[in-house]
């Protein structure tokens, strides 16, 4: 496939193709800096994660922001979000967002400065 | 090393903006991983006359490419740098990008001060906090960062640095200036 395919020729599959061109989910007002992590748990009433999804639970084995996902995986923002969605709906992954306090701004100033 | 349970992974956004080609790549490529980013938008209607959608009228959406900066600071603590689209008629996008940003980096080009009006006017009115950095390019001509202040009607409480975007310790200067402006407006805002 690969000797005749290149990113050229554009998507094999058009992304919303890979969320049955569904364009809303529950992953909509996931922010790009969400943090997300698998929960680990067993899929449960009959849902079966695509590929995609299976990629995105191997990835989010430690916690990833939304953006990185979306980089990692080269789908569309909003294909992702979908995607994050069904996933949050049945529990596979969980979504995290710490606000900073001062003690990690400071952090973040000591880490800048060293770099 | 053991940060403990309450050690949460913790990620946090700053925003560089200014107009377009003020230098906003080359500051995050001088100090940060780049990594690509494609989001499909709703076409608004500031697209009509640009997008050619001839054919395709059923199309309501576009694919924008965008790069973002990553920076990491520790395991489990990550700063990512978003430079906002410099064309106007993606300005629906900058309401994503800022919602809980820590602060934006406005780039100046002193031959060209007005392009980050906007910038500066979003900023102003959302509370964010920002700084405005000035881009010191070649052959342009060298101002003080107070005049520059002075030329953009800007608090007295923004700081306003000169900076070559090209190096590395220079960018680095920049967003520690930023957050520790952003850590200034947090701890006042607690008082």
Redesign the interface.
């Known amino acids: 496939m690969t000797q005749w395919m290149d990113e050229e020729a554009g998507p094999v599959v058009r992304p919303y193709a890979l969320i049955g061109g569904r364009t809303r989910s529950s992953g909509d007002e996931l922010d790009l800096i969400a943090m997300v992590t698998a929960t680990g748990a067993v899929t449960s009433s009959g849902f079966v994660p695509g590929p995609e999804q299976e990629r995105i639970l191997s990835l989010v084995t430690t916690a990833t922001s939304v953006a990185d996902v979306a980089s990692e995986l080269d789908l569309p923002l909003g294909v992702v979000r979908v995607l994050l969605g069904d996933l949050q709906d049945h529990q596979l992954i969980s979504i995290g967002r710490a606000s900073a306090s001062e003690r990690i701004l400071k952090e973040v100033i000591n880490g800048l400065r060293a770099l | 090393m053991d940060f403990g349970p309450s050690d949460?992974?913790?990620?946090?956004?700053i925003l560089i903006a200014g107009g377009f080609g003020v230098g906003k790549t080359t500051l995050v490529g001088a100090?940060s991983e780049i990594?690509?980013?494609?989001?499909?938008?709703v076409l608004s209607d500031r697209g009509i006359g640009i997008d050619d959608v001839e054919g395709v009228e059923g199309k309501t959406?576009t694919?924008v490419a965008m790069d973002?900066g990553?920076?990491t600071?520790?395991e489990?603590?990550?700063?990512?740098l978003?430079g906002t689209p410099g064309q106007e008629r993606f300005w629906f996008m900058w309401d994503?990008?800022s919602?809980?940003a820590?602060g934006a980096v406005v780039l100046a080009d002193t031959r060209r001060l007005t392009d980050c009006f906007p910038s500066i006017d979003y900023f102003e009115q959302r509370g964010t906090p920002f700084i405005v950095a000035v881009n010191c390019f070649d052959g342009a001509e060298q101002y003080e960062a107070e005049d520059v202040r002075i030329a953009l009607d800007l608090d007295p409480d923004v700081p306003v640095l000169l900076c070559d975007v090209r190096r590395?310790a220079s960018a680095?200067n920049v967003?520690?200036t930023l957050?520790?402006h952003?850590?200034k407006v947090?701890?006042a805002s607690?008082r």
Not at chain 2, 35 to 41: F, G, I, K, V, Y
């Open positions: 949460e992974p913790v990620a946090l956004k100090i990594r690509p980013l494609r989001t499909e938008e959406t694919t973002f990553r920076i600071i520790r489990g603590l990550v700063v990512y978003f994503e990008l919602y809980g820590l590395r680095k967003l520690v957050v520790e952003s850590l947090l701890t607690q």
